[in-house]
Every structure is written in C-alpha cells, then in structure tokens.
T-cell receptor, first 115, second 114 residues
Framework: EPEVTQTPSHQVTQMGQEVILRCVPI?????FYWYRQILGQKVEFLVS????????KSEIFDDQFSVERPDGSNFTLKIRSTKLEDSAMYFC?????????????FGEGSRLTVL | GENVEQHPSTLSVQEGDSAVIKCTYS??????FPWYKQELGKRPQLIID?????GEKKDQRIAVTLNKTAKHFSLHITETQPEDSAVYFC?????????????FGQGTILTVHP
C-alpha cells in the first residue's frame, strides 16, 4: 500500500537554526499538507499546497515557515530560525485530486526538538 | 474559523463494552467529518469518515453519526478490544473551497481494560 514518507524521523536543533523537513507524498496525489502536533495536544493545520502554490495557511504559518516542491516527488517544510515553541511532531499529508473533502494520508511524522 | 470540541478527554471501558466519543463543530459550511486513531508515537490513521449528505455510517464495529442541525457527530465503537486503546481525534473540514484543511478536536484517550 502506498505511503507518505517523511525524513528525518527525529531532528534536534539549536534555537535560531534553520530546519528542513522532507516528505514524499503518495505518487498520484496532487494536494499536499503540513500539520503539526505539540506533545500531548491536538493536530493543527499549518498549510496546504496545490499546483505549486500555497492554497491556504493558518496563523501558525508565519514568515518563518516556507514550503516547496523542488522536484516531482519531494515536498519540504522549512523553518528559517527555529524557536523553542517550534518543538513538535510535524506531519506531512497528501490527498487525491478528486478528494476535495477526502481522505488525508499522513506520514509517520518528523519530531523536531529545539534546544 | 472552525472550532471543534471533543468529549470526553479520557474514556475507560471494559473489554466488550461500547465506547462513544462526541464532537461538536461551529462552521455550518463543514461537510466532511473524519475520525482518526493515533497510537503512541504513530501517525493519525483514518478509521471512518462521514459526509454531510448522510446521517450515519457503519464499518464493522465502528459507526459514526452526524446531526447537521445540531452540528455534532459521534463515534461509536462496539465490542471494544484492548487493541482499540489509543487516542481518537475527530475533525471537520473548513467547507467551501477549502481543500484538506481539517480542524481537529482535542482528542480522547480510550483505554480498554481486558
């Protein structure tokens, strides 16, 4: 069964450093998303991406964050200057074109720890 | 924006009992309501979803009901098993032209005792 894959599984970084989290969505999916989950809390929407541009973003997704689809397979989330409160599990997700309100397939997540 | 409230925050049942988790949402434009199961340290996995054109959907031991008028939906698990123990999240989409933006509830920690 196709899966969304994410790397790294865990990254530890110093405050102020740049971090790039990588995702490979399911190959025939056209909608891509980043969500995050602070430990013990609910999953929160960050951004959606379609047709090489951001479709929607939350208030969490400020100027420190950016997303990119540098090639036909990868989808990345960059945090320019990490803060302590960026520590969380970051989930990439994708969905099929037809599923406007359809199933999101989540990756296993990348745990970011900012010291 | 959408606000999703989920209750209870924890639920403990004996194996074989039923479990019910309830959610309310605020955006009347929402038309898609998935439920996710998340085991410790794992990804959220979709277990069942319902769209606004139906009031109930069932898949083996799991069922979801939706009351659009009251803006609430519920997850029902019958004949619970220890492997059902996990955190369960309800979610609602943003409706309209929004694609895949889900607002999640706070989660319910379900513990099924053997």
């Amino acid at each position: 069964e196709p899966e969304v894959t994410q790397t790294p599984s865990h990254q530890v970084t110093q405050m102020g450093q740049e971090v790039i989290l990588r995702c490979v969505p399911i190959s025939n999916h056209l909608y891509f998303y980043w969500y995050r989950q602070i430990l013990g809390q609910k999953v929160e929407f960050l951004v959606s991406f379609y047709n090489n541009e951001i479709s929607e973003k939350s208030e969490i997704f400020d100027d420190q964050f950016s997303v990119e689809r540098p090639d036909g397979s990868n989808f990345t989330l960059k945090i320019r200057s990490t803060k302590l409160e960026d520590s969380a599990m970051y989930f990439c997700a994708s969905s099929e074109q037809r599923a406007r309100t359809g199933e999101l397939f989540f990756g296993e997540g990348s745990r970011l720890t900012v010291l | 924006g959408e606000n999703v409230e989920q209750h209870p925050s924890t639920l403990s049942v004996q194996e074989g009992d039923s479990a019910v988790i309830k959610c309310t949402y605020s955006d009347s434009a929402s038309n898609y309501f998935p439920w996710y199961k998340q085991e410790l340290g794992k990804r959220p996995q979709l277990i069942i979803d319902i769209r606004s054109n139906v009031g109930e959907k069932k898949d083996q031991r799991i069922a979801v009901t939706l009351n659009k008028t009251a803006k609430h939906f519920s997850l029902h698990i019958t004949e619970t098993q220890p492997e059902d123990s996990a955190v369960y999240f309800c979610a609602a989409n943003a409706g309209g032209t929004s694609y895949g933006k889900l607002t999640f509830g706070q989660g319910t920690i379900l513990t099924v005792h053997p």
